[in-house]
């Protein structure tokens, strides 16, 4: 692929839903505000950036003022506090948990339904997360994820991974049916 191919597909022209950001909400509380802002780094996050900084920072132009006063650029800050403060802001405000695994739409995956999760971040030190949950299940086997970020290839080997460990479980869900109807446990 050429420089002005990668420059096209993954630059700054490749950002169309801009506007969406834009699309005046029932409520232009912070709540709308953060998600615009969790909805503009998830459709960003595989843009390039000269500075780690900028997957944040270049971001706030196009965002709502709200935004942009409580994430002010300062390029003396390590980027991890960057990113930190971006997730602090979001959770702070949508007081919802999905921009730990930037899942967008926000809400796609709630188990909760519209119920807000209980968390809080520590107003000493804004790197402890405080949060309410019912266990519900563990999770026992998981597959090759899937990003924003793929290509044909890797989903071809999700799926394939994903399919060998559904088959896999079927066979033993049959061995055992059989060793059950047999008496044997």
């Avoid at 615009?36 to 459709?43: D, E, F, G, P, R």
């Avoid at 980027?79 to 979001?90: G, L, M, N, S």
């Amino acid at each position: 692929m050429s420089y002005s191919e990668v420059f096209l597909q993954l630059g700054p022209a490749s950002f169309r839903d801009v506007e969406s950001l834009h699309e005046p909400d029932a409520s232009s509380d912070a709540a709308s505000s953060a998600l615009k802002l969790q909805k503009a780094l998830c459709m960003c996050r595989s843009k390039f950036a000269t500075d780690a900084r900028d997957k944040v920072y270049g971001l706030l132009g196009v965002l709502p003022d709200d935004v942009q006063k409580h994430i002010v650029p300062d390029y003396d800050v390590s980027i991890k506090d960057v990113f930190t403060k971006a997730a602090e802001y979001i959770i702070s405000n949508t007081k919802r948990l999905d921009v730990l695994g930037m899942d967008w739409p926000a809400g796609r995956f709630s188990a909760s339904a519209s119920t807000k999760s209980k968390a809080d971040l520590d107003s000493n030190n804004h790197r402890i997360l405080s949060t309410w949950a019912i266990e519900i299940d563990r999770v026992v086997q998981t597959g090759i994820p899937i990003s924003t970020v793929n290509t044909v290839d890797n989903f071809i080997m999700s799926f394939m991974h994903w399919y060998a460990m559904l088959q896999k479980d079927l066979r033993d869900s049959d061995e055992a049916q059989k060793r059950r109807a047999n008496g044997v446990r």
